[in-house]
C-alpha cells in the first residue's frame, strides 16, 4: 500500500521530507540525553534548574512575541509562491519579520517593567538575569521564525538539520565547558551559545534558500500583487497565537495543578510518562511539519481532490506509525519504566491514557493544521479555546481526587473534545473528514 501511495507526488514528498525528519528528531533525543546527563554531572541540580528557569522564562515570553507568526508563515508562503513567485514570498517573509520583531520589543519592554515593580516574578532568585532573559528572548524568536519559513519554503533537510543541530552544539559546549573546567557562573552564560549560533544560522539558510529560489523561479505570472498590511497580517495571526496558547495550557496545566495538588514524586512520574508518550508521537510531528506547509499549497491552488486525497493519506501514515510505537510502549513498558526506579511501575494506568490520547489525535488526523492552513483559523481558534477551559476545568475537578489519573482524564478528554469538533468543522466545510476511508463522508 505504501509503495503505491509514494507513486503520489505530494505525498511521496511527504513520505521522504518525513522520514529524515523523524530520523533528526530520534537522534537530537539521543544526542540531547547525553548532553543533559554531562552536563547533570558535572555541575549538578541547582545548574540544571537555573537554566531550565531561564529557558522557561523566555520560551514563555516567546509565545507573546510571535503572537502567531510561526504559524502563519507556514501558511502564507507556500500560499504566494504558488499564487506569486518566490520573490514576492521573500516580501510577505519580511513583513512578517518586521512585524514579530516590533512585538518582541514590546514584550521585553512590558516585562521588564512588570518584574520591577511587581513581586510576582518569573525568575526568583535570578533577577540578575534578567538581561540576558531579553537577549535569550530575541535570539529564540528569531530562530522559531525562521526555522518555520524554512518548513514553508519546502526546504525540509535544512528545517530537519535545524532539529538536530541545537543537541550537538549543546553538547559539544557542555564537552568543551567539562575539559576547560570553566566555572558554573560562566558556563550559564555559554550554555546559551547553540542559541546564538542557531538564531544567526536560521537567517542565513532562510537568505540563502531564497536567493536560490528567485534565480531559478520560472513562475512569472501576471496576477495583480499588493503586499499584505501589517495590520491585516496580525488579524491573521492573532487566531493562530490563540491555538498556540491554549495549546501552551493544555500542555503545562495538568503538571501546575499536581505540583500544587500532590507530591513532588507524583509530579516527577508523570513528567516522565509524558515524555515517554512524546515520544510515541514523534512520527506524527515529523508527518505534520511537511503536512502543513503542503496543505496550504494544495489549498492555494485550488486542488481539492488532490487536497483531500493528501490529508488522507497523511493521516493514514500517521496512525500507522504512531499505533507502531504506542504497543510498543505499551508492550515494553514494565521494563522500560523499571529502568527509572520501582515507583515509576505503580501507575501505569495514567501512562495508558496518555497513549490512548496520543492514539485518538493520529486517528483523526492534523485536523489543526488543516483548518489553520485552509482559512479556518478562527474556527480553530474557537475550537481551542473550548478545549483548553474543559482542560482546565477537569484538571481541578479531577486531579484532587484521582491524582495523576486524574490529569490524564483531563487531557484525554480535551484531545477528544477539539479533534471531534474540528472533524465536525471540516466535514461541514468540505463533505468529507481526514479519517483515512473510501467513503464520502469519511
Known amino acids: 500500500m505504501l509503495s503505491k501511495f509514494s507513486l503520489d507526488k505530494n505525498f511521496n514528498h511527504l513520505l521522504k521530507g518525513s522520514s529524515f525528519n523523524a530520523a533528526a528528531k530520534v537522534l537530537a ?24 528557569t531561564i529557558s522557561s522564562s523566555f520560551t514563555l515570553l516567546s509565545l507573546f512575541a510571535l503572537l502567531g507568526n510561526q504559524t502563519l508563515i507556514i501558511k502564507v508562503l507556500p500560499e504566494y509562491i504558488a499564487k506569486y513567485n518566490f520573490f514576492k514570498a521573500r516580501l510577505v517573509y519580511r513583513q512578517i519579520l518586521v512585524i514579530t520583531l516590533i512585538f518582541t520589543a514590546c514584550v521585553i519592554t512590558a516585562w521588564t517593567f512588570l518584574e520591577k515593580i511587581t513581586a510576582m516574578t518569573l525568575i526568583r532568585g535570578l533577577e540578575q538575569y534578567t538581561f540576558l532573559i531579553s537577549a535569550l528572548l530575541v535570539l529564540a524568536v528569531f530562530k522559531r521564525l525562521n526555522t518555520q519559513a524554512l518548513r514553508g519554503l519546502g526546504d525540509y533537510k535544512v528545517y530537519s538539520l535545524f532539529e538536530l543541530l541545537p543537541a550537538i552544539l549543546l553538547t559539544l559546549t557542555a564537552i568543551t565547558a567539562i575539559l576547560l573546567k570553566i566555572p558554573e557562573q560562566l558556563f550559564q552564560y555559554i550554555y546559551f551559545l547553540p542559541l546564538l549560533t542557531m538564531s544567526f544560522l536560521s537567517f542565513i539558510f532562510v537568505s540563502r534558500t531564497f536567493a536560490l529560489k528567485i534565480k531559478s523561479d520560472n513562475n512569472s505570472t501576471t496576477n495583480t500583487f499588493l503586499l499584505p498590511t501589517k495590520s491585516s497580517l496580525i488579524r491573521l495571526s492573532l487566531p493562530m497565537f490563540g491555538v498556540t496558547l491554549s495549546n501552551a495550557i493544555i500542555a503545562h496545566f495538568d503538571i501546575l495543578m499536581l505540583n500544587y495538588y500532590t507530591s513532588s514524586s507524583t509530579v516527577g512520574v508523570y513528567a516522565i510518562y509524558v515524555k515517554i508518550v512524546t515520544i510515541t508521537a514523534l512520527a506524527k510531528h515529523s508527518i505534520d511539519a511537511m503536512f502543513a506547509p503542503t496543505v496550504s499549497k494544495l489549498h492555494s491552488s485550488n486542488k481539492p481532490q488532490e487536497l483531500k486525497t493528501f490529508a488522507k493519506k497523511a493521516t493514514l501514515l500517521s496512525f500507522i506509525t504512531t499505533s507502531a510505537l504506542a504497543f510498543a510502549v505499551f508492550l515494553f513498558n514494565e521494563p522500560l519504566l523499571g529502568l527509572y526506579g520501582p515507583e515509576f511501575l505503580e501507575d501505569t494506568p495514567t501512562l495508558h491514557l496518555l497513549l490512548t490520547a496520543t492514539l485518538l489525535g493520529s486517528f483523526f488526523g492534523s485536523v489543526g493544521f488543516y483548518l489553520n492552513m485552509t482559512g479556518h483559523q478562527v474556527s480553530f481558534f474557537r475550537i481551542m479555546v473550548v478545549a483548553a477551559i474543559i482542560n482546565v476545568s477537569l484538571n481541578m475537578i479531577l486531579i484532587p481526587q484521582f491524582g495523576s489519573s ?19 468543522k471540516i466535514l461541514k466545510e468540505y463533505n468529507y473528514t481526514l479519517i483515512w476511508s473510501n467513503s464520502r463522508f469519511l
Open 29 to 52: 533525543v539521543a544526542v540531547g540525553f547525553v548532553a543533559s546527563f554531562l552536563i547533570a554531572r558535572t555541575y549538578g541540580p541547582d545548574f540544571i534548574g537555573n537554566v531550565a
Open 406 to 424: 486524574g490529569a490524564a482524564a483531563a487531557t484525554l478528554i480535551s484531545v477528544i473534545t477539539w479533534n471531534l469538533l474540528a472533524t465536525r
